[in-house]
């Protein structure tokens, strides 16, 4: 059973930084397109970030572009997502999710991805 697990959410103040990290449990994840998404109150779940199952390729979506920095370490099957000069509007639940498939280019469909995590929460404010 594969499973997902998202850690380093919390309480930011506007300006801050943001570090969140994903382990990946039961599943080959050297393989695996890994991705973020986020969840605004009130809004749709929204794709922020990706990277290849083997690290050489990291898009944003096109609302963020530039801002996070997806990375991995497949030695601790871990996905990590950064970002700095936080604002009020990143406040979301940030759930991280795992594709199988071994793309070179990770989609930003949701309904691509096989595995989610519970998600973490980050409010920002000043």
């Known amino acids: 059973q594969v499973q997902l697990v998202e850690s380093g959410g919390g309480w930011v103040q506007a300006g801050g930084s943001l570090r969140l990290s994903c382990v990946v449990s039961?599943?080959?994840?050297?393989?695996?397109?890994m991705a973020w998404f986020r969840q605004a109150p009130g809004q749709e779940r929204e794709f922020v970030a990706a990277?290849?199952?083997?690290?050489?390729?990291?898009t944003n979506a096109d609302s963020v572009k530039g801002q996070f920095i997806v990375s991995r370490d497949n030695a601790k099957n871990t996905v990590y997502l950064q970002k700095d000069s936080l604002e009020p509007e990143d406040t979301a639940v940030y759930y991280c999710a795992a594709d199988s498939r071994a793309l070179d280019i990770p989609t930003q469909r949701s309904d691509r991805y096989d595995y989610w995590g519970q998600g973490t929460q980050v409010a920002v404010s000043f």
């Open positions: 990277i290849s199952w083997n690290g050489n390729t990291a």
């Open positions: 039961g599943g080959a994840f050297s393989r695996y397109s």
